[in-house]
Each structure stands twice: as C-alpha cells, then as structure tokens.
C-alpha cells in the first residue's frame, strides 16, 4: 500500500521508457503465475568525473543514463501439475492429499511427497492452519518450465512454526516459495535457500511471506514498541541479550537467507535468477535478507578474501541476476538488506526501517548495504529511524561497502537514521595470496603465506537523484555522507539533503582514514541542495581526501562562517542567496513522504550546472532532459 500511494502520486514511473520501472511483476502469487525470466542486454557505462555515453540525446550533447530494468520470472502453467494438500486441523496423514476433501496433515508428508518427485508438482497448505516443525526440500526433480511450487491455499497464509535451525529449508533450484507465515524464535532462519549441487543453482523465487520472530526469545514480552522511542537507547528500555544471546547474534541469524557452500573439491556452487519480492520480515534476531557464499572466501575472493572481482575462471562465483524488490523489513537487530559478492543485482522498492535494534559492541550494522558487489542498482528505497546504540558502529541508513563497484544508488529514501544518511566504506589491508587454483601461495623462506597491497577495489559509485533528512545523530556522523578508507571516483549530483534542526556540531559530510589504510579520490558533488534547518554550525570534513571537486551546489542557511572551516575547501560557483523552500515534515514515514521535500522556490529548476550526464528521470519520475536543476526534482 505505501508503494502504491507513492505511485498514485507519480504516474509518470509507469512509462516503459522508463530505465527502472518495476518489471518484476510481483503480486502474482494469488494467481500462481510468474512471468517470463529475461534481462535488457543494455549496459551501463560512465566515467568518473561527471559522466560519458550511457545512452546518446540531441540535448546538447548531454548523455543520460539508463540503467538495465530487472530480470522478471517466468509465467508457469499449472494445468499439468500434480498437486497435494495439507490441512493441520482436519487433516490426515493417510488420505491421498490430491484435494481440498482429501488433505494431508503433516510437515513430515510433505517432505515426504517431495523427496523423490518428479518436475510438475504443487505442495500446499491451508491457509490458517498452523504446521508444528520444520520443513526441507529435498531430493526433487524440477525444471525452469515447471518448478516445483510450495505455497497456501484457500484464505490467508498457511503458518509454519519451528523451533530450531531453519523453519523452511530448500536444498535445490526452480522452486517458488509463496504465501506463507514463517515463525522460528529458537532457530536460525525463516526460509533458507542452498545451493545444493555443484556449478549453477538457478530460478528460485520467495514471494508474499510473512517471516518474524526469528532467532528472537520469545518468553521476553516487551513487544516492538520499546524500540520506537526515540532514535536509540534500546539498552535503556530491553536486555538486547535476553532477546538474542550473542551467539545467535550472527547475520546468518535473518529471515530469508541464501547461501552457496564451496562444493565439493574444487567444484564452485552459486545462484543465478533469484527474487526475493514482496515479502514482510519483521523481529529477526539479526539480519532480514542475506545473501552469501563460502565459495568465494574459501577462494580468497570476496569477504574475507582478496576483495577483486576475477573472472569464474579465477575462481569467483557471484549470485548473478538477483532481485531484492517490494520487501518490508522492520525490527531487526542488525542488518535489514545485505547482497554479499553478487554480481548484476536491482534492490528496489524496499522499506526498511529500525534496523539494528539490538546492535552489540564489535558489530557495524546499516539498513541497506551491498558488499564485494559489482553492478548493482539500488534505488526506490526507503531506510530510515537505524540505530545506533549498545556499542554497534555504523547506523546508516545505506551503505556501500568494501569491494563495491559499479553502483548505482538513485532515487532513495534515507531519513532518521542515527549513523548517517549513507556510508560509503572501503579497506585497505595484506591479503592472502592465492594461485589461479585457489590454493595458498607460500613464502619458501618464512614457510608463510604470500600476501599483498589490496585497497578493495571500491570504484565508481554513483548517487543521484536521492532524498536525505535528518540523518546523523551526533557531530562524527554526518547528514549526508560517512566516508571511510581507500574509496575511489563516486559521483554525487542532484541529491537534497535536509540537515537536523537544533543539531550542532553536526557535519554535512565526513571523511576518515579506518585503519591508516588511504585517503579517498576522484569525489564529485554538483548541483547538491544542502539545507540546514534553523542555522547551526556544520562542516564539510574532507580532510582525508585528495582531487575532489565541489561545483554548484545550494547551500542554504549555514553561518558566514561555514566556508572558511572547511580546511581550505571551496565550492566553484556555490549557490548562497538562494532559498530553495523546503519543509521538514514531522511526519516523515513512508516513501511517499519524500515528494515533500521538492523545493517550491521555482529557481532551483533552473540553476543547475549542465553535465555530460544525467538521469533521464528525477526522483518524481518526471523526465528530466534538457533541464539544468539543482537537488532531486527537476520541475
């Protein structure tokens, strides 16, 4: 329903023109169809500063960029299916299950019809009914043209309850999971999703789920409430511990997660065409949706690895074609949304709020946040109210993080967040040394592992056309951005971003050397609107930074002061007479709330500086070219 408002608001979104139209085609688990897998072979490419040929206009010679839209899943005729079903109130395990008369009663005959089944097969469950145990999918025969398909029937979803490990196992590909309630407080996953055989797990679908109390202590009765008060300070108001002990407190403890073990010897395993869409995850001890893979650190490749994208012949093996769209995560104790190591990945239309509620001491937790990913489009999200208490670091509301590159972050959402409206976050450090086969290189002298210079590969990132508002929650955050170690070339155009009333000592942008590890290069901001409410002191710190360029940009009610405590930092032609008109509402829930921030100043639309390169659309879906605007909106 908030998507739908949004869209109401900005029917322009639904022209096919558009590069990110949601083309996923979600909301067809009520008719059991899914449509067609395919993907634009369209690429993107630009190059840092400013932008070079995305797509080619008559405008002056500006480019626009377009993006791929999202793969969709393919339309599945059931007519020739074999279809049980199960009832756990009128039930019974020795009826034949083949009708609604006639219903199975058990979690144990399911896995029992599916171990062994041939392609063509339909396992549901009453909705209503609530199913004690576990259950796992295994040992199935299925196909793209006829997944295997596990969902409810009748009215509301059917419940699965466990109470160890993971409530819904699948250990194989083309399979759809739709409709159901999943609950697991003493296990470690809602719905965990394995790549079960060597090479290519593919075509998996989770849609319409309803997962929470997750690695979540039951017994505690304090409900979701105590974590809405205020901005942090959950340790003043619940034992986070008693909720989820710190050896559950793991981002593998998360309500879907996707995982692809090393295989077998040198054999690789990995997802390619996954969805993951419109699911509701709520109370999770850690994480909401996790993707990853032992392959790629066992390889020295990815997290904990090189942090180099190589080919598959260098032994990396991303999830590819993943799609992360129209999921609601709420309430979870760390991470809401994180893609490890994927490759071509669109996170879209998500909402996740009050991550990281029950952070700990050693741990860094943010909304939203790809990691060692490449070629990922994140936009139409909103993150907002992450905390940032009981010793956890970080608490932004998006993050892109160590080993990224090729990242598109446009048209998002990200308010309230106590760490900071978005990290961008790299390292530079010794990394083991691997052959082309994967196995250690060795130092013959020393009898130690070789090692080498890896700054993490973190390159070219652009943010446009995004919303921020009142994001940090103290002076080391910022309002903007947190920039870390070792980051080279993001592009950050036509952003507003809406600073904190009454906060001082905050800053609109903050820079740090993590771990002495390298200064950050190539940053680009143009055509910002930076907006303080009510006058406060505020800096720009970029102080570990080096061949950045600031151009163009509104700022509007900051002291006199606020240029000459910059380090020497100057703004080519910034814009300081100009208000641009913005509000912050108070209630700034939902993503349709961003509309609000649009300026009502009508020349902001027209003093923007011309670039090579542009979104063809700005965040209210309007299409943009030819027009020279600052922030967001362009009319």
């Known amino acids: 329903m908030k998507k739908l408002l949004y869209w109401l608001m900005t029917v322009v979104l639904a022209t096919t023109s558009l590069a990110?139209?949601?083309?996923?085609?979600?909301?067809?688990?009520?008719?059991?169809?899914?449509?067609?897998?395919?993907?634009?072979?369209?690429?993107?490419?630009?190059?840092?500063?400013?932008?070079?040929?995305?797509?080619?206009?008559?405008?002056?010679?500006?480019?626009?960029?377009?993006?791929?839209?999202?793969?969709?899943?393919?339309?599945?005729?059931?007519?020739g299916y074999t279809t049980y079903y199960f009832d756990s109130v009128s039930g019974d395990d020795g009826n034949d299950?083949?009708?609604?008369?006639?219903?199975?009663?058990?979690?144990?005959?399911?896995?029992?019809?599916?171990?062994?089944?041939?392609?063509?097969?339909?396992?549901?469950f009453k909705g209503g009914s609530v199913f004690e145990g576990r259950l796992t999918l295994r040992n199935f025969v299925s196909s793209k043209e006829k997944p295997l398909y596990v969902g409810s029937y009748g009215d509301g979803r059917a419940i699965i309850s466990a109470d160890a490990g993971a409530a819904v196992s699948l250990l194989g590909d083309n399979a759809r999971i739709f409709d159901l309630e999943i609950?697991?407080?003493?296990?470690?996953?809602?719905?965990?999703?394995?790549?079960a055989k060597n090479g290519v797990s593919e075509n998996v679908v989770v849609e319409n789920c309803y997962v929470h109390e997750v690695g979540w202590n039951w017994e505690y009765d304090f409900g979701v409430e105590a974590f809405a008060k205020g901005e942090g300070n959950t340790k003043d108001i619940v034992d986070v511990k008693k909720v989820c002990p710190d050896k559950s407190y793991h981002y593998s403890t998360c309500g879907i997660y996707f995982v692809a073990p090393k295989g077998d010897g040198q054999n690789y395993r990995m997802f390619r065409n996954v969805w993951v869409m419109n699911n509701k995850i709520t109370e999770t001890g850690r994480a909401?949706?996790?993707?990853?893979?032992?392959?790629?650190?066992?390889?020295?490749?990815?997290w904990g690895g090189v942090n180099k994208y190589r080919s598959m012949d260098d032994g990396w093996y991303p999830p590819e074609f993943v799609v992360i769209s129209g999921n609601d995560v709420s309430y979870v104790g760390g991470d809401g949304i994180v893609p490890i190591g994927v490759q071509d990945c669109w996170i879209e239309h998500n909402t996740v709020i009050h991550s990281a509620i029950l952070g700990r001491a050693g741990n860094a937790c943010a909304g939203i946040w790809p990691v060692n990913a490449r070629r990922v489009y994140i936009q139409y999200n909103e993150a907002g109210y992450t905390h940032l208490d009981n010793g956890c670091t970080d608490g932004e509301g998006f993050d892109i993080d160590i080993g990224c590159s090729e990242i598109y972050f446009r048209y998002n959402y990200s308010h309230d967040n106590a760490g900071g409206g978005l990290l961008l976050c790299n390292i530079h450090s010794q990394m083991p040394l691997y052959d082309e086969n994967g196995r250690p290189v060795m130092d013959e002298e020393t009898g130690r592992q070789k090692t080498f210079e890896d700054r993490g590969y973190w390159d070219k990132v652009y943010i446009r056309n995004n919303v921020f508002a009142n994001n940090g929650a103290s002076g080391t955050n910022a309002a903007f951005l947190v920039v870390s170690s070792d980051c080279y070339n993001a592009v950050c155009e036509n952003n507003i971003v809406v600073m904190k009333k009454g906060m001082f000592s905050q800053n609109l942008i903050t820079t740090a050397d993590w771990g002495k590890s390298g200064k950050q290069k190539g940053f680009v901001f143009r055509n910002n609107i930076f907006y303080s409410i009510g006058e406060q002191y505020s800096q720009i710190d970029m102080s570990y930074s080096e061949d950045y360029v600031f151009e163009n940009n509104l700022?509007?009610?900051?002291?006199?002061?606020?240029?000459?405590?910059?380090?020497?930092?100057?703004?080519?032609?910034?814009?300081?007479?100009?208000?641009?008109?913005?509000?912050l509402p108070k209630d700034r829930n939902d993503y349709s709330v961003a509309a609000a921030f649009r300026p009502t100043n009508a020349e902001v639309f027209s003093k923007g500086k011309k670039l090579l390169s542009l979104n063809r659309y700005d965040f209210a879906g309007v299409k943009a070219e030819g027009k020279n605007y600052l922030g967001a909106f362009c009319a």
């Not at 840092?48 to 626009?64: A, H, L, M």
């Open 20 to 79: 990110c139209s949601v083309s996923c085609g979600g909301g067809n688990s009520a008719s059991e169809k899914e449509q067609e897998s395919e993907t634009t072979s369209e690429t993107v490419s630009e190059t840092i500063p400013g932008g070079d040929s995305s797509s080619s206009s008559g405008d002056d010679n500006v480019t626009y960029v377009d993006v791929p839209s999202a793969p969709v899943y393919a339309e599945i005729d059931y007519g």
């Open 97 to 124: 299950g083949m009708s609604e008369a006639t219903p199975k009663k058990t979690l144990a005959a399911a896995e029992a019809a599916v171990d062994g089944a041939t392609e063509g097969l339909r396992i549901l």
């Open 183 to 195: 609950k697991n407080p003493k296990g470690s996953q809602g719905v965990r999703v394995e790549a």
């Open 288 to 302: 909401g949706i996790i993707f990853d893979s032992s392959w790629q650190s066992g390889n020295g490749c990815g």
């Open 555 to 583: 700022y509007w009610n900051f002291p006199e002061s606020f240029f000459d405590e910059w380090n020497g930092i100057t703004d080519a032609s910034a814009i300081l007479d100009l208000n641009p008109g913005i509000t």
